[in-house]
């Protein structure tokens, strides 16, 4: 962990609530109710001529607004109430189990028009003028107090076992966050996909890529990997951001939550469980991660 430079700093937040309604069958099926809005803080900086603000906003292009408060925009068209359990490793081809035999899922389909899971968009600028040319910001989760907490807190914690918050910027590699490193009690565990009369481990997921389902190690990590931590007034970064920015260019995200089927912490014992979703993010002018 690397303490950040004592120059230009900015923050800034999106936030999302998912109020989740979850109820399953057979270990299997899930269903939720979701009511997503973003909520942006921005703090702009200013030195002499320079400025650099992080600016966050429900629409990208001509019409980019960066405001306190937006819409995570939803760009598939999967229902609002009724999203089943899925298994992905990249976040581009998703699996479901449309049946069970002997309470196991064991045979397998393609996820076709995006069903079955929550695909939502949000657009990020770091807006700046006076800054050297090529500058870039290096932009990380925010799991701070100050930012609102945890990115996922849930009614039971039950819940935050079996999901999976997915973000993926335009043009970069998929990022999978498991949201909990705990998991649910042995009772509360269904070890329940089969695949080539193979039972798949806790460490296992579903990949579909060519229209071949293939088990693949779980790509999930933890949030705290990209998350800023605070010791004080300190802030510590992680090694890595999350993503380098160029100043004043509209960034895509694109951001997927799922439960993971292939989980064996999704099961039945995170039925009507409830859960709020806050995603927030801390950039920083690359270069002052490394000062200090």
Not at 23 to 44: E, H, I, K, Y
Not at 79 to 91: I, K, Q, Y
Not at 194 to 215: H, I
Request: hydrophobic residues 35%; negative net charge; glycine residues 10%.
């Amino acid at each position: 962990m690397k303490k950040p430079g004592s120059m230009i700093r900015v923050w800034g937040t999106a936030v999302t609530m998912l109020f989740l309604i979850v109820s399953l069958t057979a270990a299997t099926f899930a269903w939720f109710s979701a009511n997503r809005v973003v909520n942006t803080d921005r703090v702009s900086t200013r030195s002499g001529s320079s400025s650099l603000e992080l600016q966050v906003s429900a629409v990208g292009g001509g019409a980019f607004r960066g405001s306190q408060e937006a819409e995570i925009t939803q760009v598939n068209r999967t229902s609002r109430t009724g999203l089943l359990p899925v298994s992905t490793a990249d976040l581009k081809t998703f699996v479901y189990n449309p049946a069970t035999t002997d309470g196991n899922a064991s045979s397998f389909r393609t996820v076709t028009d995006e069903e079955y899971y929550y695909h939502g968009r949000i657009y990020l600028r770091a807006l700046a003028e006076g800054q050297p040319q090529g500058s870039r910001m290096a932009l990380y989760l925010d799991q701070s107090a100050s930012s609102g907490g945890a990115l996922v807190s849930a009614n039971s914690g039950l819940l935050l076992n079996a999901a999976r918050l997915g973000i993926v910027f335009e043009n970069q590699a998929p990022v999978i966050f498991r949201l909990s490193n705990g998991e649910n009690s042995a009772s509360d565990r269904a070890y329940n996909t089969v695949l080539n009369g193979q039972k798949l481990g806790a460490d296992k997921v579903l990949n579909g890529t060519g229209g071949t389902v293939r088990q693949a190690d779980d790509p999930s990590i933890l949030p705290e990997v990209y998350s800023i931590r605070t010791d004080g007034e300190t802030v510590l970064l992680p090694e890595q951001p999350l993503l380098y920015m160029e100043l004043n260019r509209i960034y895509q995200a694109d951001i997927y939550f799922y439960l993971e089927g292939c989980d064996p912490d999704c099961s039945d014992a995170i039925s009507y469980d409830g859960a709020d979703m806050h995603l927030a993010f801390y950039g920083i002018l690359a270069g002052e991660e490394r000062t200090g």
